[in-house]
């Protein structure tokens, strides 16, 4: 099992960046595709990156794509989301999430992941 937790969050104006960060406390976290998804006012919890247990491989959404980072720090339980160049439609709720099930390549659907924090909220705005 995996504990996530969102650290981070807030205002920001467009254009400018921001780091999320996750701690994951559990024996599951280093075998466990992490991933962050996101859900705007209104809409659906949409997939935004993800990155498999060992690190080498990550997945984006196309609209993050070139603007944002996943990466993951095993021996410490973190990931972590950069976020570049943001837009007003990047505001949205974030959430963590652990799949435990070890895929070859990062699954995107909100049903594979098992764990879920609580969200940390981001807003983009002038």
């Known amino acids: 099992q995996v504990y996530p937790v969102e650290l981070g969050g807030g205002w920001v104006q467009p254009g400018g960046s921001m780091t999320l960060s996750c701690t994951a406390p559990g024996r599951s976290f280093g075998t466990s595709t992490m991933a962050w998804f996101r859900q705007a006012p209104g809409a659906e919890r949409e997939f935004v990156a993800a990155?498999?247990?060992?690190?080498?491989?990550?997945s984006y959404a196309d609209s993050v794509k070139g603007r944002f980072r996943i990466s993951r720090d095993n021996p410490v339980n973190m990931v972590s989301l950069h976020m570049d160049s943001l837009k007003p439609e990047d505001t949205a709720v974030y959430y963590c999430?652990?799949?435990?099930?070890?895929?070859?390549?990062?699954?995107?659907?909100?049903?594979?992941?098992?764990?879920w924090g609580p969200g940390t909220r981001v807003t983009v705005s002038s």
């Open positions: 990155i498999g247990w060992s690190e080498r491989i990550t």
């Open positions: 999430a652990a799949d435990s099930a070890s895929t070859p390549v990062p699954r995107r659907a909100v049903n594979d992941y098992q764990y």
